[in-house]
């Protein structure tokens, strides 16, 4: 298809001649996902979409109850420390941003009046900033307005280092100023491409200025809003046990006309994923069973019990290992696993690389995950215009053996290799779940057939997902040789996933092991390719610049890609549900409905 054919397909879409839908599934039959392909009616000024459930009852309430069961529990509320799905699929129950992705990647006003377009003045034309306008009669949930303060608010917040909010890096190089009551502008340092980061999806959620006012900075863990919020979303907050139960009950002032559908919601957190999917598929006494890490043999046997089904929804997330090439032994300034320090063995880049080797995808994928995930060598995979084509997978002991040999680590008396005094010995650690701890168990075994010896660990999973600071066993601590956890891409956009492949966005005891990059690791072509990407217009040499990026930590072997994962839940008969794999599971959960 060429750019006429395209250029007239967009013009049949204005005209109200060609659905959005079907643009997609064209663009989508010659090789153009679905993001790109919304992306390419934004930039052409189609207006988005209000929503992507079609949503049938005609009046908010009498839903009676929703259950929701979230084994991975909750353990804060406040969407800027949520550092842990878990914590942002709770906290998007109360707050809202000004837009979020649909499950096509387009972007879908929430607290904005509108998805800002050049046609509506609300992109420049080059790139230095964007103008929101925002939804009008908005109240937070204890009556008052919500107004531009809000939002500026919000950036002040997060964009303070002393916050100390994993949403930093979206905050700290913008500046937003309030236009009018209900209008704020961004502007960017930089011409910048991806403008729908700031106060969008996951960490876009707007905060209320009177009530975390006094608690920004060094104050901010002290908010009583970080257990009790205070949001504009469709529920209002009735009570919280963290770890244990969230309960919330329905927004009867909220800005959405007929919405929502259920009188009360229950947020059942901790157990595990198997008996979380029993739950929904075999007993039907809930209605929803999020991020089922369960082995999909299992969950062919439970969906025939009949009383609900498995949804597999399309997502960035990737299941993956770290290497830990700092010392997680050795106590330095406070910390361990600090950036100043070099591991003993893993620093060797042989040794990263026999390890890559003795991972065996093809056997993970088929009798762990089916249709959970896909093998893959790339840690981004969706859309497919960032996703490396030169990156590839491999399972072989022998070229691990011969890798490790060569670079001088001689098998002892004992079966585990070792030079100058230094064994191959790890601990590999992950959160405590059926599926993941199988997948250990499979790279132990590979790893022992090539001289290495792992010890393996598991961490309850709300204590592994925690942004508790005092807890060594966080997987962001990254207190052991090597971990692994499914890593969420937030938006159909890169950038920000990649955010934890940048030496400025390192974890360490000064910003409370809330910095995206867990590894410790950094490359300065990383950097220059990251900063390069955050400011080329260019839509082509900018994804170059952005797998550049993915492939350095690849080619290295800090990053072990495993399988590229869809977002798995359980789902009752009947219940309708809007699920984003570019947002979180209850990013539009007031359009959520019982047939």
């Known amino acids: ?51 992507t459930l079609a949503y049938k009852p005609a009046k908010a309430g009498g839903g009676g109850p929703l259950k929701i069961l979230i084994w991975q529990a909750p ?23 000004l837009a979020g992705w649909d499950k096509e990647g387009n972007l879908i006003a929430c607290l904005a009046a509108e998805v800002p377009t050049k046609a509506n003045g609300g992109l420049s034309a080059d790139g230095m900033s964007v103008i929101w306008k925002l939804k009008q009669g ?3 949930h204890d009556g008052k307005p919500f107004t531009a303060d809000d939002v500026v608010f919000t950036w002040s917040y997060a964009a303070d280092l002393a916050t100390a909010a994993y949403t930093t890096g979206s905050y700290k190089d913008i500046i937003v100023e309030k236009i009018d009551d209900h209008a704020v502008k961004v502007i960017f340092k930089n011409p910048t491409p991806f403008w729908a980061d700031p106060f969008v999806g996951p960490v876009g959620q707007i905060l209320p200025k009177h009530h975390f006012g006094d608690y920004a900075g060094a104050k ?21 046990k963290p770890g244990d139960l969230l309960k919330a009950e329905r927004n009867p002032d909220y800005h959405v006309k007929n919405q929502p559908h259920f009188d009360t919601i229950e947020l059942k957190g901790g157990g595990d994923a198997v008996s979380a999917a029993r739950a929904v598929l075999q007993t039907g006494e809930y209605d929803y069973a999020w991020n089922l890490l369960v082995e999909d043999e299992v969950l062919k046997r439970m969906e025939t019990g009949g009383k609900g089904r498995v949804e597999f929804t399309p997502a960035g997330g990737i299941e993956f290992i770290i290497l830990n090439t700092t010392d997680p032994w050795t106590e330095v300034d406070g910390e361990r696993s600090n950036a100043k320090t070099k591991h003993p063995t893993l620093s060797d880049p042989a040794v990263r690389r026999a390890l890559n080797l003795l ?3 093809e056997a993970i994928q088929k009798f762990i995950y089916g249709r959970g995930g896909i093998a893959t060598a790339s840690f981004v995979n969706q859309p497919s215009q960032f996703k490396s084509s030169k990156l590839k997978y491999a399972f072989n002991v022998d070229k691990a053996n011969q890798i490790l040999e060569e670079a001088g680590w001689k098998m002892g008396a004992d079966g585990i290799r070792e030079k100058d005094g230094n064994k191959l010995k790890y601990v590999f650690q992950t959160s405590t779940n059926a599926p993941r701890q199988k997948t250990q168990a499979i790279i132990k075994q590979a790893c022992q057939k090539a001289g290495i010896e792992i010890e393996l660990k598991s961490v309850v999973a709300s204590v592994f997902f925690s942004s508790d600071a005092g807890n060594p066993d966080t997987y962001t601590k990254f207190y052991c040789d090597m971990e692994m956890y499914n890593a969420t891409q937030p938006q159909p956009d890169p950038e920000r996933f990649l955010n934890q492949c940048v030496s400025w966005e390192i974890a360490n005891k000064d910003n409370k092991w809330l910095g995206r990059n867990v590894s410790r690791w950094s490359d300065p072509e990383a950097d220059k390719a990251y900063k390069d990407a955050q400011k080329e217009l260019d839509p082509v040499k900018r994804a170059a610049l952005l797998i550049k990026v993915d492939e350095t930590f690849c080619e290295a072997n800090i990053f072990l890609p495993l399988l590229s994962r869809n977002i798995v839940g359980g789902v009752v008969n009947g219940l309708m549900a809007d699920i984003s794999g570019w947002d979180v599971t209850t990013w539009n959960l007031g359009a959520w409905y019982r047939s």
Request: glycine share 6%.
């Open 220 to 240: 901010s863990r002290d908010a009583p809003g970080n257990l009790k919020p205070v949001g504009t979303g469709p529920y209002k907050f009735v009570e919280f």
């Open 75 to 97: 353990t804060l509320l406040n969407p800027h420390f949520a550092l842990g799905t878990k914590d942002q699929v709770a906290s998007r129950i109360f707050f809202e941003p």
């Open 1 to 51: 298809m060429d750019e006429n054919q395209i250029r007239s397909l967009i013009a049949e879409v204005k005209h109200g001649t060609l659905s959005r839908r079907s643009f997609i599934r064209t663009m989508a039959a010659v090789g153009i996902t679905a993001p790109v392909a919304g992306q390419i009616l934004a930039w052409n000024d189609v207006a988005m979409a209000d929503a």
């Open 138 to 140: 908005v109240t937070w």
């Open 359 to 361: 991972i065996d995808r």
